[in-house]
């Protein structure tokens, strides 16, 4: 372990200094004025999808890197048993909010249910996770009472601490033995009719071996229920995060993902935002989703109507300060003493500045504020009655409105569709549009004539992206030498592409996204409305570098729980890659880690390790105790060669 540290803590300095003097990837110091066909096709593997995988880069050439493209952008709804298999499981993507809230309970309505203000379900199940949320509700109230009576708490008293600890060890043993002993399809309905500490014992102290032979027995409806006891919300969140995961790593269609992607990112909304855990789900799989590669008008009025968007900045509580529902009187001037307070900013402010125009897209302020007026009364229906968009008349501002110097008429909802017509069309939303597309698939600093380009096509064919994005892929820019393997990847990128690479099976997606949690990118969970940034210089620094190799690590030597990771068949893919080579280089496996490296270079980074990064890694596992394990146990050996190359500033760069 202490010769594993050392190799990683010379190797993170030696990669810190290859970004930092910019040698990174430069292992010919003249590029060739084209790339290769086979550069092509990786260049349209790392930038197209999550990373290559396996035998992609030959699938690619076979077919045409231009033709590969062309499916890439008109996606055929093919089957992938795979992938469906693995959905399958988390059974909140098919539901609708309303649904998810009661079969997940908000805190609020555990609250009017505790104050019988609202009826528990009848389903036995059901009803056995709601009495127990309620139980906790009223502890919870119950604590914050005493906290608000007693200055100083009491001492815990230790021993009493271990010996309850144990009786709860020991009542979960009963339990679940009690449980085992039953049909499987009777164990939930029992568990659920079980006393509240009974359960709770269950939950904090179970005996893992005997949890985990229940929960292989339970279906997906009866796990969800089992953990919504921890938090009901919680599963909603983790399925979602989980199932991004499955589709970026398992997905064929990987340019509808990396695109559902960006524009999730591009219209981001904070999922612990008020009620915004039950509305991200239908956010991502009806507003994102099927408008990824469509027109941009449908996609940023599906945005608009959106409850995840309208909870996120606030827009479901504006109301104008002449509406019926703001108590205005007409003909009597408002009193000068009194702020309004009801018309709210955050929405008019975020659709100008990042969804359409840009920072730069000569809005002012007075725009901002019309607006808002704009959108005044577009809002979310009651949970009961559905929990989707309604416009309410009584809470829209009358009267016309001038923004941008042209005047929207008194129109109620269509005021709103109105205006965001117009700002789909406005040549400043094309060229902010293009510009963060360019930024994310081309370069940091998009080069201007190809912004002006898509920016163009964005204009003719009334925002059609995947046009747009078909005027990126024809241009000499993308195609440039000069771009290739430059862009820096994000931790999103880096987690996905490392597992795509290695071929690696995903069982359990949630140690992955704890992974992107470490690694500054949590799922769902960027507060501001900007989104995460896809610029190099935010995610590269010497701590991002360290967690990248520990993950690298811990994937390759079986530390990240639910990924199976074989390094072996990494050694075989870089056999397999020499393979279609013209000049082959005959590599013997008898060369120990030296004809390991290079194989695995093979595999991972198609054999382009800067000379300087490759001298390290041979230097780094330059032992002759490990060219003697590659003979006789190959595996350890073979992980950290591969650990190292996943680490490497190659790989960090797409």
């Known amino acids: 372990m202490r010769k594993l540290f050392c190799v990683s803590l010379v190797f993170l300095l030696t990669c810190a200094t290859a970004f930092s003097s910019g040698a990174a990837g430069k292992k010919k110091p003249q590029p060739s004025p084209v790339l290769s066909e086979h550069d092509r096709a990786v260049h349209a593997l790392q ?14 050439l076979a077919i045409g890197v231009d033709n590969w493209i062309q499916q890439q952008l008109t996606p055929a709804q093919a089957a992938n048993p795979v992938l469906d298999g693995k959905l399958a499981a988390y059974r909140t993507l098919r539901m609708q909010p309303k649904e998810l809230a009661q079969s997940f309970p908000t805190n609020q309505m555990i609250r009017e249910a505790s104050e019988g203000k609202r009826a528990l379900p009848s389903d036995p199940v059901q009803n056995g996770l709601w009495e127990y949320l309620m139980e906790r509700y009223k502890e919870q109230q119950n604590g914050n009472a005493a906290v608000i009576n007693v200055a100083l708490p009491a001492a815990p008293d230790e021993a009493a601490q271990k010996a309850a600890e144990q009786e709860r060890k020991d009542t979960a043993r009963h339990v679940a033995d009690m449980l085992l002993s039953l049909p499987k399809a009777n164990r939930m309905t029992a568990f659920m009719k079980l006393p509240i500490s009974d359960r709770r014992a269950m939950l904090q102290s179970a005996p893992g071996d005997l949890r985990d032979k229940l929960m292989a027995d339970m279906s997906p409806t009866e796990r969800e229920t089992y953990f919504a006891m921890n938090g009901p919300g919680g599963i909603v969140v983790s399925e979602l ?38 509305f991200v789900t239908t956010y991502e799989r009806d507003v994102i989703r099927p408008n990824a590669l469509g027109k941009f008008r449908d996609l940023l009025t599906a945005v ?39 018309l709210n900013e955050n929405y008019g402010r975020e659709l100008l500045e990042l969804h359409t125009l840009g920072v730069d897209g000569g809005y002012t302020q007075a725009d901002v504020t019309e607006a808002a007026r704009v959108f005044t009364g577009w809002t979310v229906q009651p949970m009961d009655q559905g929990w989707a968009f309604t416009f309410d008349p009584k809470r829209h501002q009358p009267g016309t409105k001038t923004i941008l110097g042209m005047t929207i008429k008194e129109d109620g909802v269509n005021e709103g569709t109105h205006l965001l017509d117009i700002l789909s069309k406005a040549p400043a939303t094309a060229k902010f549009i293009a510009t963060k597309l360019t930024r994310r698939f081309v370069a940091d600093d998009p080069p201007p004539a190809l912004v002006d380009a898509m920016a163009k096509t964005f204009i003719d064919t009334d925002g059609d992206i995947k046009e747009v994005l078909r005027t990126m892929v024809r241009s000499k820019e993308f195609w440039s030498p000069a771009v290739y393997r430059k862009k820096v990847k994000t931790p999103l990128e880096f987690v996905l592409s490392a597992v795509r690479a290695t071929g690696s099976q995903v069982q359990n997606p949630m140690p992955l996204v704890q992974a992107l949690n470490k690694m500054g990118m949590p799922l769902y969970q960027m507060q501001p409305p900007t989104g995460y940034s896809t610029k190099s210089e935010t995610w590269m620094n010497s701590d991002a570098l360290l967690e990248r190799l520990n993950f690298s690590v811990a994937l390759t030597s079986g530390g990240v729980g639910g990924v199976n990771f074989d390094p072996l068949r990494v050694l075989a893919l870089g056999l397999l890659a020499r393979a279609p080579k013209e000049a082959i280089v005959p590599v013997s496996t008898s060369g120990g880690t030296d004809a390991a490296i290079t194989l695995v270079e093979d595999a991972l980074i198609a054999g382009e390790l800067s000379k300087n990064t490759d001298k390290t890694i041979r230097k780094a596992l330059d032992d002759p105790q490990l060219a003697n394990q590659l003979l006789d146990n190959p595996s350890k050996p073979l992980a950290t060669i591969i650990g190292l190359t996943l680490g490497s500033p190659e790989f960090q760069l797409r």
């Open 304 to 342: 608009a109507k959106s409850p995840a968007m309208l909870y996120y900045l606030d827009n479901w509580l504006s109301m104008g300060p002449e509406s019926q529902a703001s108590g205005y009187k007409p003909g009597k001037p408002p009193n000068p003493n009194v702020v309004f307070k009801g």
């Open 241 to 278: 995060q989980m199932a991004k995961i499955q589709r970026a790593i398992y997905s064929d269609s990987q340019l509808e993902e990396v695109m559902t992607d960006f524009w999730f990112n591009h219209f981001n909304v904070f999922i612990y935002k008020d009620q915004d855990q039950y």
């Open 47 to 60: 930038r197209l999808t999550f990373g290559p995988r396996p035998g992609d880069i030959e699938k690619v």
